[in-house]
């Protein structure tokens, strides 16, 4: 399986990637949102599955309208690190690990929620979505798949065993991401070398399309170098200076300012 490998599926405003990994299908969504969302669907034996929530109104309503007309018969919406479009499929259960929930609905993700609503008003989808069903365990069973629920500091990253594919909240080989301090570029160049240990076939995210073990080769050795660069800069602006002169074409630049202020704090 090559990331590219997927037939495109061009919605008025976002795009669907299909890719076949035999009896199951797997969908991701594109919303091209202000915040480059991304919705997962897994499908198998017409029943499906969908990995975390379009937040604006024009993308719930062009999402649930594409599902409808697949025909698909949706078991559940697995909400990880995106509680909010609490409107989107309301009659579908809702899954989550008690550390998600409480993530979405009083903490970090209910934050990112609220500053969301007040930065794009009424064209957002600020109501939080209700968890219907906790998940205890490390496996879920769901649309005829078994999922493994891996759990982070803020939710829970979720493994596709059948078709060896992994969601994790954020990679992009080409953008910055947020690195919070020294211990947690740690953590993130551990979870990058398992990745690439266990040639997942794809690893999905919520605001990148489709990447592969290539791209988190790319992003190991950004990390590593995050770290390099921190330790030899004297302060925030200059660390900012740095990585912009190392990295110029980069995305997420929002994100190198909050990575700037982990390393230097004020």
Same mark, same amino acid.
């Given at each position: ?10 919605? @008025?405003?976002?795009?669907?990637? $299909?890719?076949?990994?035999? $009896? ?12 480059? +969302? @991304? ?12 990995? $975390? ?38 009659? !579908? ?57 891996? $759990? ?31 211990? %947690? ?9 398992? *990745?690439?240990?266990?040639?997942? @076939?794809?690893?999905?995210?919520? %605001? ?6 290539? +791209? ?26 740095? !990585?912009?002169? @190392? *990295?110029?074409? *980069? ?16």
């Amino acid at each position: 399986m090559k990331k590219t490998n997927y037939n495109e599926i061009k919605l @008025e405003k976002g795009v669907v990637f $299909e890719y076949s990994f035999g $009896e199951v299908k797997l969908l991701v969504y594109r919303t091209n949102d202000f915040i480059d +969302d @991304e919705t997962i669907m897994i499908v198998k034996n017409n029943k499906m599955a969908v990995i $975390e929530s379009p937040c604006f109104n024009d993308n719930i309503a062009e999402l649930e309208a594409f599902i409808k007309e697949s025909g698909a018969q949706v078991e559940g919406v697995v909400l990880a690190y995106h509680m909010g479009g609490g409107t989107f499929l309301p009659n !579908v259960k809702k899954y989550a690990t008690k550390k998600a929930n409480t993530y979405g609905t009083i903490g970090g993700g209910k934050a990112l929620v609220e500053n969301f609503n007040k930065a794009f008003g009424n064209i957002f989808d600020s109501s939080i979505h209700t968890v219907t069903n906790l998940i205890a365990g490390d496996t879920l069973k769901i649309a005829d798949t078994e999922l493994s629920i891996v $759990e982070t500091a803020d939710a829970f990253d979720i493994v596709f065993p059948e078709i060896n594919v992994i969601y994790t909240h954020m990679l992009g080989h080409d953008c910055h991401s947020i690195i919070g301090g020294n211990a %947690h570029a740690d953590a993130m160049i551990a979870d990058l070398e398992s *990745y690439i240990n266990k040639n997942y @076939e794809l690893i999905l995210t919520s %605001h990148y399309d489709p990447e592969d073990t290539d +791209d988190v080769k790319t992003k190991l050795a950004y990390v590593k170098n995050i770290k390099t660069i921190a330790a030899k800069s004297s302060d925030a602006e200059d660390f900012k200076n740095k !990585v912009k002169t @190392e *990295y110029p074409n *980069y995305s997420g630049l929002n994100y190198l300012d909050i990575t700037a202020g982990a390393f230097f704090p004020a």
